[in-house]
Every structure is written in C-alpha cells, then in structure tokens.
T-cell receptor, first 109, second 114 residues
Framework: GQNIDQPTEMTATEGAIVQINCTYQ??????LFWYQQHAGEAPTFLSY??LDGLEEKGRFSSFLSRSKGYSYLLLKELQMKDSASYLC??????????WGAGTKLIIKP | DVKVTQSSRYLVKRTGEKVFLECVQD?????MFWYRQDPGLGLRLIYF???????EKGDIPEGYSVSREKKERFSLILESASTNQTSMYLC?????????????FGEGSRLTVL
C-alpha cells in the first residue's frame, strides 16, 4: 500500500531551527509537496520537490532524496506565527496526491 | 487575490438529511477536488473533476456525489447524511497546465451530523 509517515507533533523555541521529516512509500513518484495549515484555516502551498536536493525559499527549505523515500522541511529563525500543521504529500504515478497526517508544530517563546 | 470559496464554514445536520456543500473558484482552474480531513489521518480524496460535467471517484466516494455544471463551481452532495460523515470538508482547485500541480484550498466546511 501507499504510505506517508511524519511525526504527529513537534515543539521548538522561537528563533531556533526545526526539521520536520517525511518518509514515503508510493506507487511511483511525480513530486513531493509541503503545505502549511494554521488551525481552522486552509492549507497553503509551501514547496515542491521533484529532483534530489535542497530547495530554499526564505526561511523555509525542503530537501528530497528519492532513493531513500525521504524529505524534510527545514524552518529557520522560527517565529510564533510558524505554529501550524505541516502536511507532506506525494504525487504518485497516476498523478494523485497521497497525504501524510500532518505534523503539528508548537513554537514556544 | 486568488480565491476558493466554500459556501458554509459550519453546518449541523441531522442523520438522513441531504447536504449540499458548494465550492467556487475564481482562477479559471480546470481541476477541482473535494477532500475530507479527520484528526490523525491525511487528507482523503472524495471526488475530483478535470473538466465541466466530468467527475472521477477518489479514494472514499461512498455516500457522496458531486456536480460540476460550470467550470468555476464544484458541489459535493451527501444524499443521506450519516454520523460518520461528520468531518472537515476541503475543496481545492489547480490549473491543468501547471506542472507542479499546486492546490489552492478553500477555508473548509465543518459538518456535524447528529
């Protein structure tokens, strides 16, 4: 079966760095997405990786290793507004998105 | 500002009632999707549509139907609501020409079935 695994919850301190991991087993691979979802709000797109390596976008970076079925989202200089759930999703060979359950990130002052 | 609008943020219905959830997007997107989101589970795809009057079943279509009479509007219908359909329902759209397939989501409709 297809599976996306990510930690349920993580806690980090304002100003620090946090890495949220995502491992996947899917039927084929056509890209990996990270979305951010604040409580009670719509998910919003953060990043897309289809090739191995690191994609940097401001304070957020996303890494992909296709051979290991692994990605991480790196958040630097954490701010209180980064408290949210982070959803990992993989597009399979049929171009359908398989979603992880999300990682709730709690930022403490 | 691009927008996906869902008609109701919160609904409370009784078992057996027919429920309509409306979704409208203003981005001229070809693709539209209905997901449900439950605690501890990833988003699960109910139905999707790649064109007007076209619909495809997702992973959990049982108990649901959809309608897409116009490009901008995608409706989710619960013919006879049941308590296990209590959930957050998310509508999303994407462009058929964008290779990344980025989804734009609505704010969600939280449905409670009593």
């Amino acid at each position: 079966g297809q599976n996306i695994d990510q930690p349920t919850e993580m806690t980090a301190t304002e100003g620090a760095i946090v890495q949220i991991n995502c491992t996947y087993q899917t039927s084929g691979f056509n890209g990996l997405f990270w979305y951010q979802q604040h409580a009670g709000e719509a998910p919003t797109f953060l990043s897309y990786n289809v090739l191995d390596g690191l994609e940097e976008k401001g304070r957020f970076s996303s890494f992909l290793s296709r051979s290991k079925g692994y990605s991480y989202l790196l958040l630097k200089e954490l701010q209180m507004k980064d408290s949210a759930s982070y959803l990992c999703a993989v597009m399979d060979s049929n171009y359908q998105l398989i979603w992880g359950a999300g990682t709730k990130l709690i930022i403490k002052p | 500002d691009v927008k996906v609008t869902q008609s109701s943020r919160y609904l409370v219905k009784r078992t057996g009632e027919k429920v309509f959830l409306e979704c409208v997007q203003d981005m001229d997107h070809e693709n539209m999707f209905w997901y449900r989101q439950d605690p501890g589970l990833g988003l699960r795809l109910i139905y999707f549509s790649y064109d007007v009057k076209m619909k495809e079943k997702g992973d959990i279509p049982e108990g649901y139907s959809v309608s897409r009479e116009k490009k901008e509007r995608f409706s989710l219908i619960l013919e006879s609501a049941s308590t296990n359909q209590t959930s957050m329902y998310l509508c999303a759209s994407s462009s058929g020409t964008e290779t990344t397939g980025e989804l734009f989501f609505g704010e969600g409709s939280r449905l409670t079935v009593l």
